[in-house]
């Protein structure tokens, strides 16, 4: 079975940094989407980066302080998370679907990943 596994979530400052970790097993890495989601309270589920073995995503409220990588080896995605900001507070969820060839900008779509982490939270003291 596939499964996905976050870590890396706690309180930060804003302006701090955190990595969010997501351990991926039952699926190769190289054949599916992996993406990072978030969502606030009171808010949808928003995409925040995707990574496919030839491209990235990121949301425009994030590119030049998030970065996402891969480690094939590890089996494991990361979000370096740089800069955070109140308005990134969230439970951050990791998703895989499989890498059918379509524009990395469709990885937006929450409701084409069929398998889900637990989340884990990112919290930023105010």
């Known amino acids: 079975q596939v499964q996905l596994v976050e870590s890396g979530g706690g309180l930060v400052q804003p302006g701090g940094s955190l990595r969010l970790s997501c351990a991926v097993s039952?699926?190769?890495?190289?054949?599916?989407?992996i993406a990072w989601f978030r969502q606030a309270p009171g808010k949808e589920r928003e995409a925040v980066s995707c990574?496919?073995?030839?491209?990235?995503y990121y949301t425009d409220s994030v590119k030049g302080r998030f970065t996402i990588s891969r480690d094939n080896a590890k089996k494991t995605v990361y979000l370096q998370m740089n800069g955070l900001k109140p308005e990134d507070a969230g439970i951050y969820y990791c998703?895989?679907?499989?890498?059918?060839?379509?524009?990395?900008?469709?990885?937006?779509?929450?409701?084409?990943?069929?398998?889900w982490g637990q989340g884990t939270q990112v919290a930023l003291s105010s």
């Open positions: 998703a895989a679907q499989p890498n059918l060839l379509r524009p990395i900008g469709e990885c937006v779509q929450a409701n084409k990943y069929p398998t």
């Open positions: 039952g699926i190769k890495l190289d054949f599916n989407i």
């Open positions: 990574s496919s073995s030839s491209g990235e």
